[in-house]
């Protein structure tokens, strides 16, 4: 029996992982994909062997003080997303791009250098006692007083997993679709199936530069596009990994 079952293999489950294999806990990581990230996910470049961050690519050590201080624990550099220079902003198509004042839209945002699945790399790194399971999906959970049951299914048949505590590393609305045992109450169901997940609806493309273009035309390389024809948002990157954003709705 293990002491902790952590259900996701995102950020938060493996940063809770390696805190508790630091305090001697016996931890198992269950993850329904066949990698480890969750929402953390990142493509490279053939060319360049740049990090293109498909999942959340920022963050914000003012507003966010446990991401820098797992930033800094794990010790991964970082640096501040350029917002210096001239925006575009695109509502009709006929008349094309128009510049807007400089505006520091990202709100002192950093990147990690290499992408945010360093902190991924730096987490998995460091479990050397933790075990993960990929491929494993969690149906149910079951409250047997002294310990939980996990009932999950994968690619080899179906089994269970017994610990004394269980985590869900999970978005609420994953949780909602687990069977528990007792049931959970309608409030907190009914309040896990509304909490929509950030982002979830948004799609991403990414595209490598031979150099920062934009800053050559004193642009901050920010744009934003509303009009019907608009799909998607956009990341470019210099082959150094500094971006530019651009979003379209």
């Known amino acids: 029996m293990y002491d902790v079952a952590i259900v996701g293999a995102g950020l938060s489950g493996l940063a809770l992982a390696e805190m508790l294999e630091a305090q001697g806990h016996s931890v198992l990581v269950v993850e329904a994909r066949e990698r480890l990230g969750g929402r953390i996910l990142a493509e490279s470049d053939a060319e360049s062997g740049l990090a293109v ?22 010790e991964i550099p970082s ?20 510049r807007t004042p400089p505006l520091p839209i990202h ?3 950093h990147r990690l250098a290499g992408g945010m699945t360093r902190l991924v790399e730096a987490l998995a790194a460091r479990l050397s006692g933790t075990e993960i399971r990929l491929s494993h999906v969690v149906q149910a959970v079951f409250d047997d007083g002294a310990h939980v049951r996990l009932a999950w299914c994968s690619g080899e048949g179906n089994g269970e997993t017994i610990a004394r505590y269980c985590v869900l590393a999970l978005p609420p609305r994953l949780v909602a679709s687990l069977t528990f045992s007792p049931t959970l109450d ?8 509304q909490t929509q997940t950030w982002m979830a609806t948004s799609a ?5 530069c ?11 390389g920010s744009a934003f596009v509303t009009h019907e024809q608009a799909a998607a948002n956009l990341l470019l990157l210099d082959r150094h990994g500094r971006g530019a954003s651009v979003g379209a709705a």
């Open 79 to 98: 640096f501040p997303q350029r917002d210096e220079g001239a925006n575009l902003s695109m509502s009709d198509v006929e008349k094309g791009p128009e």
């Open 53 to 74: 961050d498909l999942g959340p690519g920022w963050f914000w050590p003012h507003r966010q003080p446990l991401v820098a201080e797992l930033v800094q624990h794990l």
């Open 107 to 109: 709100d002192q945002a």
């Open 210 to 220: 031979t150099g920062p273009v934009w800053r050559e035309q004193g642009l901050s």
């Open 186 to 193: 309608r409030a907190t169901l009914s309040a896990l199936q």
């Open 204 to 208: 991403k493309a990414g595209a490598a």
